[in-house]
């Protein structure tokens, strides 16, 4: 009986095992299996653009595409997303390459005069290219067809110096599509170029002609000119386009073939235009909360002179002192283009300095005067009615700044 039993319970031990015996042979078997070949070769991209907007809507664009040629493509075909591109030039970056020995090998020696004489043989060379680099004009022909056709700029390319490890193509054209304007403010959507490789990375970066503000953009390029001009000096601005940052810069990463990375944003004539409806918002809510802190004043005034008359010349103080602080440092932040100074330099030390002095007399001197005329109480709640009004004023211009000025970009767009 107790053998009979034992043997049961090894049966059901045996079946317990089996389906992880499964699993294991399973495992073994995809182990061995070998993925399919597709044919070709992946090919990695890098994208730089630099795109210059003028007051009339105009995108001055110039691209670079970096491709690692690990095909010698002979041929690429691209498409320029957006209506009437006018396209300006195209060329190809190339490099002379040379050669030097990396490993050399003594084949024979000989003696004489105790002095030994070795032929050598290089066993293995290396490269690398010759500074600066060349530019190679690429031929192309227009390939747009059906519905297409007035829609984007399909483009065959033939590469002329397709033997180069890195293929480095810039393509400088110009378009009013990506810009629609309303009410003096032009907003747009720049699109990239696509073809039928992976994009790595793609970086953008945009800015305005001299005369036009746009949001986030405060820093002056010299290549603006350059890239406005009826034919760009493309090789000048070359060299820096994967590092230029005008201030408004966006990148993205692991784009699929054909996809295209959209940036977005607005720009006008004068930086009023562009903000006036939030300007005239946070004046009115500094309106709404300085009134309702009037109103209040008034109110104990009519029932207590001294309290009244303190906490109007504590809240009289923290408007000012709010005034000095944050025009100082709107002062700050544009000193650097106005004199070519950071904030460290002898004017920025200056209006910290005074911004400080101002903000001790401010803080002190009011409480005091109060305090002797009135009683001491009374010159505590001046300063208690300072504190407070600096304190709501700078909430209030933090929430509108943050609400209004410095929105958060969203995120990338793809398409």
């Excluded at 079946?15 to 992880?20: A, R, S, V």
């Excluded at 653009?49 to 595409?65: K, L, N, P, Q, T």
């Excluded at 105790?114 to 050598?120: F, I, L, N, P």
């Excluded at 911004?355 to 300063?383: D, E, N, Q, T, W």
Aim: glycine residues 8%; proline residues 4%.
């Amino acid at each position: 009986m107790e053998e009979e039993t034992m043997n049961k319970y090894l049966i059901v031990f045996v079946l317990l095992l089996l389906p992880f015996v499964a699993a294991q042979e399973v495992g073994v078997a995809e182990s061995r299996i070998v993925p399919p070949d597709f044919g070709g070769t992946l090919v990695g991209q890098n994208h730089y653009y630099y795109v210059v907007f003028d007051g009339e809507g105009e995108a001055s664009v110039i691209g670079r595409i970096e491709i690692q040629n690990t095909d010698e493509l002979q041929n690429l075909e691209i498409t320029v997303p957006g209506k009437d591109i006018r396209l300006i030039s195209i060329v190809q970056e190339y490099y002379d390459y040379k050669e030097e020995c990396l490993v050399w090998e003594d084949v024979s020696c000989t003696s004489e005069n105790g002095s030994e004489t070795c032929v050598r043989d290089c066993q293995e060379y290396y490269s690398y290219p010759v500074y600066p680099p060349h530019y190679a004009e690429v031929t192309y022909e227009d390939v747009t067809s059906g519905a297409h056709v007035g829609q984007e700029l399909s483009l065959n390319l033939t590469i002329p110096k397709s033997e180069q490890e890195q293929l480095v193509l810039l393509v400088y054209y110009k378009t009013p599509a990506y810009v629609t304007k309303s009410g003096g403010v032009f907003s747009y959507d720049f699109s990239t170029i696509t073809n039928g490789f992976d994009v790595n990375f793609v970086r953008v970066s945009l800015d305005v002609a001299e005369d036009l503000y746009m949001e986030g953009v405060e820093s002056e390029i010299e290549y603006r000119e350059s890239v406005l001009a009826a034919k760009a000096d493309v090789a000048a601005v070359a060299s820096s386009l994967a590092y230029i940052d005008t201030g408004y810069t966006q990148t993205a990463s692991s784009l699929d073939p054909f996809e295209t990375f959209h940036v977005t944003g607005r720009y006008a004539t004068s930086w009023f235009i562009l903000n006036w409806p939030n300007v005239v918002g946070g004046v009115l809510l500094g309106l709404l909360v300085l009134g309702l802190i009037g109103w209040g004043i008034r109110t104990l005034y009519q029932r207590d002179k001294k309290l009244g008359i303190s906490l109007g010349v504590g809240v009289a103080s923290g408007v000012l002192l709010w005034m000095i602080w944050f025009g100082s440092l709107f002062l700050l932040e544009k000193l650097y283009y106005f004199v070519g100074y950071p904030y460290s330099g002898p004017f920025g030390l200056l209006v910290i300095i005074l911004a400080i002095l101002a903000s001790l007399l401010l803080l002190i001197v009011p409480g005091v005067f109060v305090g002797i005329r009135k009683g001491m109480s009374y010159g505590l709640y001046c300063l208690i009615a300072t504190v407070a009004t600096l304190f709501v004023l700078t909430l209030v211009t933090l929430i509108v700044w943050a609400l209004f000025f410095r929105m958060v970009q969203g995120p990338p767009i793809y398409y």
